[in-house]
């Protein structure tokens, strides 16, 4: 065979593979599929009940302006006996099939905490479907209640929860994102405790269910970001607030940007001035002192300062010197306060148990069997170090300059 007919003949069978090849093997339609943008997980008489928020496609793309005629989601349930089995039942109500890759947020009720969420991680992390990426939330309310809920700004409300997490992660730093995957990671870890972020449902009067009440410039009830619930394996075991889980995330080094605010003297409780961090890092080490371990944090962060209440000249060094003092004062305090509930509650959510197992295996396997009691009673040494990097444009405080013209 000539060079010419062997070339021929291989583009011909390139050609037919190319066209053989064509299209999507496992292509879903739009118009033959539910799309979940979250899901809700609950515990109503011993029965998991799981409620879906599905997008209703037609509807956002006629949003604009005064033309909402329906609403951009709807929300139904299903319940089972397992998690799989309630899932199953939505083909009973819903003409098309369930599609859950776009979910992007799973409220877990705290009926359903305190009972046990493993199987739901079960079901999560074995469906090709599911995506484990998912931002994990538990709720004071029932969790179809919290799907129920309209926002304002976001067209689909499941997105909107993803997004107050993310914004409420990288802006203040009480409560920090977790997916699925971390989760399971957690309860599988040496200590074996997780925190999940709580969002309820905020404020009285009729909830914000009909697209009605988007027309309006104020709500009777809104979705907002709480507490942190605190889990034993799979079990909601008790809650800590915001600003407890704050100083917990400044020991595990989990605060990258933040606002932090702080008093003009150590004994005052009110909070005059704030310093912006730009960066944070936390070095955590355990040490064997003495007959017990003690936990050595060392601290650094950086910012710069967006509000003096205090009677300080912050472009004077000593002045300078004495609001990075003031600083690092309050962020020991709120990691020890912080230790001191986690201690009350017996519950490492710190992962000190971890850090122990890498540095001493031998020492971990002694500690193990009664870890709660031991971990009650460890010490943390804390050291700190803030710089101010920028004062703004104002030396001294308006405070200060009102008082120097008017002696």
């Known amino acids: 065979m000539s060079f010419k007919r062997r070339a021929v003949w291989t583009i011909i069978i390139a050609i037919v593979i190319c066209c053989s090849c064509t299209g999507c093997w496992d292509r879903k ?10 899901t809700a997980i609950d515990w109503v008489e011993d029965h998991w009940q799981v409620s879906y928020q599905v997008v209703i496609p037609q509807s956002i793309s006629n949003m604009s302006g005064t033309g909402m005629q329906q609403a951009p989601v709807m ?24 599609f859950f890759a776009h979910n992007r947020a799973v409220i877990i009720g705290e009926s359903a905490a305190r009972k046990g969420i493993s199987p739901i991680i079960e079901v999560y992390l074995r469906s090709a479907n599911s995506r484990e990426t998912v931002t994990l939330l538990v709720s004071r309310d029932k969790g179809r209640n919290v799907l129920e809920q309209l926002l304002p700004l976001e067209k689909i409300p499941g997105a909107a929860l993803q997004n107050m997490v993310l914004n409420e992660d990288k802006t203040d730093g009480n409560l920090k994102q977790v997916m699925i995957y971390q989760f399971a990671m957690g309860m599988q870890g040496d200590s074996g405790y997780s925190m999940l972020p709580e969002v309820y449902i905020s404020g009285t009067g009729n909830e914000s ?8 410039t104020n709500f009777d009830t809104k979705l907002k970001m709480g507490r942190i619930g605190i889990f034993q394996k799979d079990k909601l075991i008790g809650w800590m607030t915001g600003h407890e889980g704050y100083g917990l995330n400044w020991i595990k080094g989990d605060i990258k940007q933040s606002i932090l605010f702080f008093a003009c003297t150590k004994d005052s409780k009110q909070s005059l001035s704030a310093i912006r961090i730009n960066k944070a ?12 371990w003690l936990i050595k944090a060392e601290v650094r962060a950086s910012g710069n300062l967006v509000e003096n209440g205090c009677m300080v000249d912050a472009s004077k060094p000593e002045g300078t010197r004495k609001l990075e003092e003031l600083i690092s004062g309050t962020i020991s305090d709120l990691m020890q306060n912080s230790l001191h509930k986690a201690q009350a509650m017996k519950a490492d959510v710190l992962g000190f148990a971890g850090l122990i197992h890498r540095k001493d295996p031998k020492a971990w396997a002694k500690l193990q069997p009664d870890w709660g009691d031991h971990f009650a009673r460890i010490q943390m040494d804390v050291t700190i170090r803030v710089e101010i990097e920028n004062i703004g444009m104002n030396n001294k405080s308006v405070k200060q300059l009102i008082e120097s013209d008017n002696p």
């Open 281 to 292: 890092s936390t070095k955590v080490v355990p040490v064997y002192n003495q007959g017990a």
């Open 29 to 38: 339609e739009l118009n033959k599929i539910a799309i979940a943008s979250a």
């Open 75 to 98: 929300v139904f349930s299903t319940t089972g006996d397992s998690i799989q089995e309630a899932v199953q039942r939505a083909s009973l109500e819903m003409p098309r099939r369930m």
């Open 209 to 216: 269910t009909s697209i009605e009440k988007l027309k309006n």
